[in-house]
């Protein structure tokens, strides 16, 4: 489980730095919360969870893990694109429907994985 969390983190350092690069020559900086956390809660978050993981295999391994996984990230592509249709022309209760959708869905995932540590790590 650690090596897929690991993968994924990279993902997201790739969009993080494709992201910056695309604020940075068209000047639209109004992105910037945006992209601090795909760098934050994307990069370095999810790569952190994959590097416990890799080093608590048997935390990896539980049926707590695996929820927290789905949850995690199958919500942060959401609370992303919300917090960037923030910017865009959409009705605003689309955008809040994605972005208290998303952050809901990594919260309880966040929740999931301190469950997970504190019961499974010795």
Do not use: C
Not at 53 to 73: G, M
Not at 83 to 88: C, P, Q
Not at 92 to 107: H, M, P, T
């Amino acid at each position: 489980m650690g090596a897929k969390w690991i993968k994924i983190s990279i993902v997201y350092l790739v969009i993080v730095l494709a992201f910056g690069l695309f604020m940075h020559y068209t000047i639209q900086l109004q992105w910037k919360a945006t992209h601090a956390h795909i760098g934050v809660i994307g990069w370095l978050t999810t790569g952190f969870i994959g590097l416990i993981y890799s080093i608590y295999r048997q935390a990896a391994e539980t049926r707590l893990a695996k929820a927290q996984f789905w949850l995690y990230n199958l919500g942060l592509p959401f609370l992303l694109i919300g917090m960037m249709m923030v910017y865009l022309d959409v009705p605003r209760w689309l955008f809040e429907l994605f972005v208290s959708g998303g952050s809901i869905a990594v919260a309880l995932s966040a929740l999931l994985f301190f469950v997970n540590i504190f019961k499974y790590v010795r």
